[in-house]
């Protein structure tokens, strides 16, 4: 055991019924990112002290913007916030965990292991790249990124037609809604909202700005990234 993982806090009692019989698998998810998450280096060893509040918990809760029986795709999944606490506090959802490195998406494929979240995939890959090379899912889901124009450049061209980002952001969430106004507006977006969750279990209540997209998520950029992947994929199958 690590040193930072030795300052791992007990669970506090709002774990207990946010996780519900999922809850050994929770203490376990955080015992496993205290330690061999710190060695790896995919999160600092000053976040293991408030890793239930500002990490678990803080995840957790942005299921109670997720619609029930979707796919979800969590962006940049890193150590896996929020995908994993959203695999396992709802069981409903076909979740993948999208990451580019390798030592990241190994650290996942053994959580999920681990785990056995059967809800859970693990897909090495930059989301600009899987356009069109992956199913389009209901939802995308992120945490601490990238600034919200640029998230959504990334988030949004993955989704189906109709679907919705919905990210965890700080205290500047609505200055980033103003700042992407025009970018969400050319990547077919419709709606945006930011929405408090979590009250209750957190405090301060976690924030979650809400992307929601018309007919042709991403544009027409994603949507000739898609018809260039589709031509690919015809090609090779001849």
């Not at 506090?12 to 698998?25: H, K, N, S, T």
């Not at 494929?109 to 069109?132: C, F, H, I, Q």
Request: net charge neutral; with cysteine; proline share 7%.
């Amino acid at each position: 055991m690590t040193e930072a993982a030795a300052e791992l806090p007990p669970a506090p009692g709002q774990a207990l019924e946010v996780f519900g019989d999922r809850y050994a698998d929770a203490v376990r998810y955080g015992e496993l990112l205290a330690d061999a998450g710190v060695r790896r280096g995919l999160i600092g060893p000053r976040e293991v002290p408030r890793l239930w509040e500002r990490h678990l918990l803080n995840c957790a809760v942005l299921s109670e913007v997720i619609p029930q029986d979707v796919t979800v795709c969590d962006v940049g999944s890193g150590a896996g916030l929020p995908g994993i606490p959203l695999a396992l506090t709802r069981p409903d959802l076909q979740i993948t965990l999208l990451e580019p490195l390798l030592r990241r998406t190994t650290f996942l494929e053994e959580v999920v292991k681990l785990l056995g979240l059967s809800n859970v995939t693990v897909l090495r890959g930059r989301a600009e790249e899987m356009v069109g090379t992956m199913q389009p899912v209901d939802v995308v889901t992120a945490r601490a990124v990238a600034p919200l124009d640029r998230l959504a450049g990334w988030g949004v061209p993955l989704l189906r037609p109709h679907g919705e980002m919905s990210v965890l952001k700080g205290d500047t969430a609505e200055e980033e809604v103003l700042a992407a106004r025009a970018a969400l507006a050319r990547l077919g977006v419709v709606e945006t909202t930011v929405v408090h969750v979590g009250e209750g279990v957190v405090d301060p209540l976690a924030t979650v700005v809400r992307v929601l997209v018309g007919e042709s998520p991403g544009g027409v950029r994603a949507a000739t990234r898609r018809a260039k992947a589709a031509r690919a994929s015809r090609r090779r199958y001849r």
